[in-house]
């Protein structure tokens, strides 16, 4: 079972596992992306990121879609995380189901504006993010768990 699905740029993080793997407790992370999985040492590299009780595992895009529609996680409560919302939709129009996604870090860099202070997307990611929403999902923004809770459904547009 998803109890989490988060749009992150910077993957698996002290962020993530301390912050979030804390309130949430998941028994394993599912970092969906298609560069880090067909590259071995960074695959390694994000998998050695998680704490030693706390599992992770890099998939492509297609078999995180795949597994967890087949019910592989079915036993374990997942986060599941992506590096962007173009990820994210990508991932939804393969059959992904989703009520709610975090969008907790989309840093700044050149071409960005902030919708939030842990938020920034460019033109093209803003029109993903409003195909997101008009899948009725619900987008909301926090960094952390303790953080204010912000839908930013109407910041998008």
């Not at 749009?7 to 028994?27: C, K, M, S």
């Not at 590299?45 to 996680?73: H, K």
Request: charged content about 30%.
């Amino acid at each position: 079972m998803v109890i989490l699905f988060r749009i992150d740029d910077r993957l698996i993080h002290a962020q993530v596992v301390v912050g979030w793997g804390r309130e949430l407790r998941p028994d394993r992370i599912v970092l969906a992306d298609d560069v880090v999985s067909s590259t071995g040492w960074e695959r390694d590299l994000y998998t050695a990121a998680a704490c030693p009780d706390l599992t992770a595992t890099v998939l492509s895009e297609r078999e995180a879609v795949e597994q967890i529609a087949a019910g592989v996680f079915d036993s374990e409560r997942i986060f599941l995380i992506v590096r962007g919302p173009r990820e994210a939709l990508r991932m939804l129009d393969m059959g992904l189901s989703a009520e709610e996604i975090n969008v907790g870090g989309l840093h700044p860099r050149a071409g960005r504006r902030m919708i939030t202070e842990n938020v920034h997307a460019d033109d093209a990611e803003r029109a993903v993010l409003r195909e997101i929403v008009k899948k009725g999902i619900a987008l909301e923004s926090r960094a952390l768990p303790g953080d204010r809770r912000t839908t930013i459904n109407s910041k998008v547009v």
